[in-house]
């Protein structure tokens, strides 16, 4: 009884828990959250205290001094310190429900399709314990599909390429479930550190995790500029020869040769799903073509050599940042036509 009765005063959400950004789709009211996947700590005699969390524990990865501590909680898609996560959990839910002592909202997260059973029981423990009265999961190419607008409950074949900030889930859907996935633990971040490790032995300069980032949005691309060259940017960090602080110039063909090796993991992903898909399926995706969803979509030219690779049409969806947070949010609007893909209680 006491259970419905905090249904009654809550917004029930869904919450796409990346490992680079969290975004939380509150019912009726679509993606009113997007911060980073980061939290902040003060340490004092080993007692941990909340700083900060989101965009302002963002801004002090790296610049840290020994007694504040900023975390990435998710690795790889899941959970990789399951203290802290509840603390972000619980940050949010309270930023999204302003009056947050009553109110006990029924959360669906998306989960990548390769978690382990003992990783998606931290996932829900976690948000049951930061004040949620159910907790469903619900596959992220799943929800990737749902949220690019892609008939997924339709007897067709339907392929999803989400390139999230730990994982790239590739799957092939039709009749509302996963025919084939695959989950490899290239993403975002992975490209980030390859940026790092080429200027590290290219130019013996060292950069932080947030100069990388910068570079792979500002002038990322995975394809080799037609001139050989394309645009550049002036970068900042320390040199490795004398150990002071330096500014030099990376061009777009030394990015494209820095991320070489994570876009073509990314392709490779794509052409084993492409070779273990079912011949009449396989002729759907002949027809509709591949979606590029998540934010590691947006990096330059990732359509253009994903065609190259395997011959076929290559979209990027809209909203692709959003399409995660967008499709668990549809499968909690439309929890009873989706119902089977809504796990509530391995």
Known sequence: MLRNLGGLFTSDMAIDLGTANTLVYVKGKGVILSEPSVVAYHVKDGVKKVLAVGEDAKLMLGRTP????????????????????????????????????????????CVPHGATPVEKRAIRQSVLSAGARRAGLIAEPIAAAIGAGMPITDPTGN??????????EVAVLSLGDIVYARSV??????????????????????????TAERIKTQIGTARMPDDGRGQSMQIRGRDLLNGVPKETEISQAQVAEALAEPV?????????ALEATPPDLAADIVDRGVMLTGGGALLGDLDLALREQTGLAVSIADDSLSCVALGTGKALEYEKQLRHAIDYDS
């Open 66 to 109: 020994g007694s504040i501590e900023a975390i990435r909680p998710m690795r790889d898609g899941v959970i990789a310190d399951f203290d802290t996560a509840e603390e972000m959990i619980k940050h949010f839910i309270r930023k999204v429900h302003k009056r947050s002592t009553f109110s006990k909202p029924k959360i669906i997260v």
């Open 159 to 168: 392929m999803v390429v989400d390139i999230g900030g730990g994982t790239t």
């Open 185 to 210: 633990r290239v993403g975002g971040d992975r490209m980030d550190e390859a940026i790092i490790n080429y200027l590290r032995r290219n130019q013996n300069l060292l950069v932080g995790e947030s």
């Open 264 to 272: 073509q993991q990314i392709c490779e992903a794509v052409m084993t």
